[in-house]
Nanobody, 119 residues
Framework: QVQVVESGGGLVPPGGSLRLSCTAS????????MGWYRQAPGLQRELVAT??????????NYGDSVKGRFTISQDVRQNAVYLEMNNLKPEDTALYYC??????????WGKGTLVTVSS
């Protein structure tokens, strides 16, 4: 059984920064992709950033709306991913979900952490 848990959300003013953390626990030796998605009210869930070939420190993949502002990083020993978010905009307000996919294609989602960008 795998559990995925996010932390680090909160309220931040426009132009501010925030760092999200996510750890996966349980049988995690075969993680293929790990990363972040988000969902704003009334909108579909969208890609924020992921790392494919996670165990081999693969290259990151970013959604177009966050390129140049957000950075994903990993700590394989901790089964963790982090999301550094800079120059935040009101449209970044959303519930941010951590995601882990395994080589056998099973996947797990966290419950989400809320990021609110507002003055």
């Amino acid at each position: 059984q795998v559990q995925v848990v996010e932390s680090g959300g909160g309220l931040v003013p426009p132009g501010g920064s925030l760092r999200l953390s996510c750890t996966a626990s349980g049988s995690t030796s075969s993680i293929y992709t790990m990363g972040w998605y988000r969902q704003a009210p009334g909108l579909q869930r969208e890609l924020v950033a992921t790392i494919t070939e996670y165990m081999r420190h693969g290259s990151p993949n970013y959604g177009d709306s966050v390129k140049g502002r957000f950075t994903i990083s990993q700590d394989v020993r901790q089964n963790a991913v982090y999301l550094e978010m800079n120059n935040l905009k009101p449209e970044d307000t959303a519930l941010y979900y951590c995601y882990a996919e395994f080589y056998d294609t099973t996947n797990y989602w966290g419950k989400g952490t809320l990021v609110t960008v507002s003055s």
